[in-house]
């Protein structure tokens, strides 16, 4: 049972970071893609970066790249986003989902992940 609980999110001024972390349980982490996706409101959810657990391979939106660096630990079985240069428009509530695929069809098909695959979310709100 995929089970993902994300971390992190929180308040911040424009020009400012966060990290964000998914702790994952609960399924075999290595063979898995993990993707950082955010809705925000009245939008469609919409994939912002995406990592193959096996070899480490990444696909960013073209939003954030620059901005956004996503990393992973397996040992952890966990995943970060590094988010730098944070604008008000990055403002969302952002997930973690996970997924046997490449990290672009991940980030892109998000209408492929399954209900049950997706983490509660955490709000990032920027704001001066």
């Known amino acids: 049972q995929v089970q993902l609980v994300e971390s992190g999110g929180g308040l911040v001024q424009p020009g400012g970071s966060l990290r964000l972390s998914c702790a994952a349980s609960g399924f075999a982490f290595d063979y898995y893609t993990i993707g950082w996706f955010r809705q925000a409101p009245g939008k469609g959810r919409e994939g912002v970066s995406c990592?193959?657990?096996?070899?480490?391979?990444?696909y960013y939106d073209d939003s954030v790249k620059g901005r956004f660096t996503i990393s992973r630990d397996n040992a952890r079985k966990t995943v970060y986003l590094q988010m730098n240069s944070l604008a008000p428009e990055d403002t969302a509530v952002y997930y973690c989902?996970?997924?046997?695929?490449?990290?672009?069809?991940?980030?892109?098909?998000?209408?492929?992940?399954?209900?049950?695959?997706w983490g509660q979310g955490t709000q990032v709100t920027v704001s001066s």
């Open positions: 990592i193959r657990s096996s070899d480490g391979s990444t």
């Open positions: 989902a996970a997924r046997i695929t490449t990290p672009l069809a991940m980030c892109e098909m998000t209408y492929a992940i399954q209900p049950g695959s």
